[in-house]
């Protein structure tokens, strides 16, 4: 297929051959993420070095009218990079990965779109400084970028809210190859655009000072009414400025840490994180200590869970945790060891592990925001789901676990999936070393495939009609978190993508 593209037009665009890949293997890897299968194979992969190749790279296929879908970490589990036609061309930012330096009164960091927010956090930790919120779980892996475009969260969001709410200015590729920058009310229309407005470059983002201290707090609830009363008090604004993190887990998920996720706690590298993590002998000490009373039984036995991380000061921080003690305790919380919380936050960015189930299974997520009042209706879908669908869940051997998390005045509620089933060549390429090994054999499982990719779609429409909003849309949901941001988008499409080139299918546009 690749035969009538410009190969040689592209290759001088960034900078020679050894950036462009046309060979079947890499190109057949490329049009598959975590979700599966993608319709078309891109018919060549660009890998510029600078952001001069990139805005190049895109004059080219503008010229020759190829689709462009961009890659980053390559962790889209929505279809985000699959190319529609098999002309398109796929740009990897990977080597677009710059940090510019800072110092320890910087307010703003500048970063080329494809570092990775592990990166960014190390480049700005040793300055005493912090982006609001400052990554995804997988930011080993996962690029700035990619994360502004499709607007992701976790760490810092309980407070600061979706990782877009930070971008002060972005540089951004149009569809004729030249490089606009972006600032003030636009941002919004860029912010979870999918791509569809043009290539992210660079991008400015406000930092913060690193806090100064942590506490810790994991509490056990009988159902997820308590939890989700905490949480709810919290998206209204209770603790706000002081808590970082909120997250809940039920039983399933409890599961799966226990099987997997937990049996990492005996490794000697995860203790002296938690010990290096906590500063004082004194400190690490303690933290060890609750590390070893939470055996894995325990946790399996566990309903619900609640974990939260807070920020600041004493005072200050002394007196939100009492709060918040104050808080859960009202709503039926128990406290438990705050293994989990104080784990992740020892060493944020670790090889990504999720990509398969704690037996190796197949693992397709999902999610959906929600104003605060509205969580209960979420989980109420969830459950009536696992009812309706129980019988053949069990028959192919599916698991759905859900998790809750705090994101500023939103509450998202993300339903997994997991079942056995063989590897597809895009895991064979990105599990770890160790998961292939061992679960590199399994066996397909063509039924639990196709329920767990139904459940999903059952869901993502059934929380739409319950007022949910998505991000990370990729090329999955088409309903995005900002109506307003939306009718942006289709007024800025065609003046920077006339051809509609950038990432045809998401977010609506062709």
Not at 76 to 85: E, H, K
Not at 160 to 188: K, Y
Not at 392 to 401: E, F, H, K, N, V
Request: aromatic share 6%; net charge neutral; proline share 6%.
């Amino acid at each position: 297929m690749t035969g009538h593209l410009p190969i040689h037009a592209l290759s001088d665009a960034v900078g020679g051959s050894g950036r462009i890949a046309t060979d079947e293997a890499r190109r057949a890897l490329a049009a598959q993420d975590i979700s599966g299968q993608g319709p078309e194979r891109p018919g060549v992969i660009a890998r510029p070095a600078t952001i001069g190749d990139l805005q190049s790279v895109v004059r080219v296929a503008a010229d020759h009218q190829m689709p462009i879908v961009v890659r980053g970490g390559g962790l889209s589990y929505t279809g985000g990079y699959w190319a529609l036609r098999p002309d398109t061309l796929m740009i990897d930012m990977r080597d677009l990965n710059a940090v510019e330096p800072v110092t320890a009164a910087s307010s703003v960091v500048t970063v080329e779109a494809g570092a990775t927010w592990a990166q960014v956090y190390e480049a700005l930790k040793p300055h005493g400084l912090r982006l609001p919120v400052f990554g995804p779980l997988s930011g080993s892996r996962a690029t700035v970028g990619g994360g502004v475009a499709q607007n992701v969260a976790f760490y810092g969001s309980a407070t600061h809210g979706l990782a877009g709410d930070h971008v002060l200015a972005m540089d951004v590729v149009a569809g004729n190859g030249d490089l606009i920058t972006v600032n003030g009310p636009e941002i919004a229309a860029y912010v979870g655009d999918a791509g569809i407005l043009g290539i992210k470059a660079r991008i400015d983002m406000r930092v913060i000072a690193f806090p100064s201290q942590q506490h810790y707090v994991s509490l056990a609830f009988d159902d997820e009414r308590g939890l989700l009363a905490v949480q709810r008090a919290i998206a209204k604004g209770a603790l706000r400025g002081t808590i970082a993190e909120a997250y809940g887990f039920d039983r399933v998920t409890h599961h799966n840490l226990a099987a997997t996720g937990f049996s990492v706690l005996e490794a000697a590298g995860i203790a002296g994180d938690v010990a290096r993590g906590a500063g004082s002998l004194v400190s690490a000490a303690r933290s060890l200590t609750k590390m070893a009373v939470a055996p894995r039984a325990q946790l399996t036995r566990i309903a619900w869970s609640l974990h939260c991380v807070l920020e600041g000061d004493d005072p200050a921080l002394s007196d939100a945790a009492a709060q918040l003690d104050e808080l859960c305790r009202s709503n039926g919380g128990r406290p438990i060891p705050d293994t989990i919380p104080r784990v992740a936050r020892a060493k944020p960015f670790r090889p990504v592990r999720a990509m398969l189930g704690p037996d190796g299974e197949r693992w397709l997520p999902m999610h959906a925001l929600f104003p605060p009042d509205g969580v209960d209706e979420a989980l109420t879908i969830v459950a009536a789901a696992r009812t309706q669908h129980r019988q053949a869940m069990q028959a192919c051997d599916l698991r759905m676990s859900c998790m809750t998390a705090v994101i500023g005045d939103r509450i998202i509620v993300e339903p997994q999936f997991f079942w056995p089933d063989s590897l597809t060549e895009f895991l064979r390429a990105n599990v770890l070393p160790q998961q292939l090994a061992a679960h590199g054999e399994a066996q397909s499982n063509p039924r639990g495939r196709e329920l767990a990719h139904t459940l999903r779609r059952d869901l993502t429409q059934k929380f739409g009609a319950a007022g949910g909003r998505f991000i990370q849309l990729g090329k999955f949901y088409k309903t995005p978190l900002s109506e307003s941001a939306q009718s942006s988008r289709q007024a800025i499409k065609p003046a920077n993508d006339p051809d509609g080139l950038f990432n045809p299918g998401a977010l609506e546009f062709n």
